[in-house]
């Protein structure tokens, strides 16, 4: 079955980068997600990444993709209090409709 | 535009009563997605729906959960019986169509559903 295992919680200091760590199980998946959740507000998709690609940039963001490992990450560059969030990676799988696995989430606390 | 909008935004009943929860996609959007969020998880997979049909209904944890989409737009999800494990969030998702490259699905703000 789909497993996707994230850190439950980070901690770094304003201007810091931040690096979330996933790694998920189904070899099949084409492509990974990363969404942020605020309190009181819905999922934001923030970035993903195609399986038969090893790295994407977008602006402070960078994702890179182990796929040989399965591992999945996503770096913050300058972190701003305003990332403090929860992080969740997701893969859409290719054989499972268009249906997202989610990690548990990554609460990133970011101290001025 | 509008995004995904949910109703109501908060529900609180009580165990053994009858609830729905309406989902308003995005306008255009085929697809349609339901994903319950216990507290302190990631949210789980319940049911897709292309059109008015549901594609994948695998996710819906027992015969108690229901959901409709009659007329391609609007969707209900319906739980019957509630039972106090059945309190989490229900978050509704839509996208342009399937199969679309990385198809980003939008997500609703949610329902905070809690069963006493």
């Known amino acids: 079955g789909e497993d996707v295992e994230q850190s439950l919680f980070l901690s770094v200091r304003e201007g810091d980068s931040s690096v979330i760590n996933c790694t998920y199980t189904d070899s099949s998946s084409t492509y990974l997600y990363w969404y942020k959740q605020e309190p009181g507000a819905g999922l934001q998709l923030l970035t993903y990444i195609f399986s038969n690609m090893d790295m994407k940039q977008d602006q402070r963001l960078t994702v890179l993709l182990n796929k040989k490992d399965k591992h999945l990450s996503l770096r913050i560059a300058d972190t701003q209090t305003g990332d403090s969030a929860i992080y969740f990676c997701a893969e859409r799988a290719n054989n499972a409709g268009n249906m997202l696995t989610f990690g548990g989430g990554t609460r990133l606390m970011v101290k001025p | ?116």
Not at chain 2, 77 to 97: F, H, M, P, W
Request: with cysteine; aromatic share 12%.
């Open chain 2, 1 to 116: 535009g509008a995004g995904v909008s949910q109703t109501p935004s908060n529900k609180v009943t009580e165990k053994g009563k009858y609830v729905e929860l309406r989902c308003d996609p995005i306008s255009g959007h085929t697809a349609l997605y339901w994903y319950r969020q216990s507290l302190g998880q990631g949210p789980e997979f319940l049911i897709y729906f292309q059109g008015t049909g549901a594609a994948d209904d695998s996710g819906l944890p027992n015969d108690r959960f229901f959901a409709v989409r009659p007329e391609g737009s609007v969707s209900t999800l319906k739980i019957q019986r509630t039972e106090r494990g059945d309190s989490a969030v229900y978050l509704c998702a839509s996208s342009k169509r399937e199969g679309l490259s990385y198809n980003e699905q939008f997500f609703g703000p949610g329902t905070r559903l809690t069963v006493l």
